[in-house]
């Protein structure tokens, strides 16, 4: 179980940073009526939301690797809509790319709206916006198996639960932890030897 837990923290952390690299690459190339120079544009210039989604993936899944079971349930459900969210900004970009260079073909030309379309030549996408769409359907997928499965997971220690371990409670025998707790809470744990 533990593989399996790392295998999906690992796969939200990994479908994040993709995305963030994803996002600084060029998405958009195009060249205006007139020039014979390539201008492009980058995803996170093309929506400025693409590189907030991606470090909240990867906040996620170190939120996970310590979250109890209730908190696991609403990171999954977040990394699920996280992934939805990267997938939803990434393909409005594929789809509408000149659309979302706008902002720089107004700024090359000064021609703004719907009339800026007019100016440019030709255009291309590149492979960078579906690598944002697959992190995003991944990070979906993960979201939903931590959302159903993360039950199952063993807890992060008792080091982070709020109540004494059944062990504890009933006077159980120490063990290592213990015994560096109450060296903690200022008691000699050898005293009982003595």
Known sequence: MMRA?????????????????????TWVSFMLDGTHTVETVTGNAANAALAPVSVALIAAALALTIAGRVFRRVLGALVALLGAGLVALAGGVLAD???????????LTGIAGGAAGSAVLWSDTSVWGWV?????VLAVVLGAIVLLFSGRWGSAGRK????????????????????????SDGTDPSDDFR
Do not use: C, H, N
């Open 5 to 25: 837990k790392l295998a999906v923290l690992s796969g939200v952390a990994l479908s994040g940073a993709a995305a963030l690299i994803a996002g600084s690459q």
């Open 132 to 136: 944002s769409v697959l992190a995003g």
């Open 97 to 107: 790319p000149l659309g979302a260079a706008g902002g720089r073909i107004t700024e």
């Open 160 to 183: 982070y639960d709020s109540a004494p371990t059944a062990a504890g409670a009933a006077g159980g025998a120490p063990d290592r932890i213990s015994d560096w707790d109450s060296l």
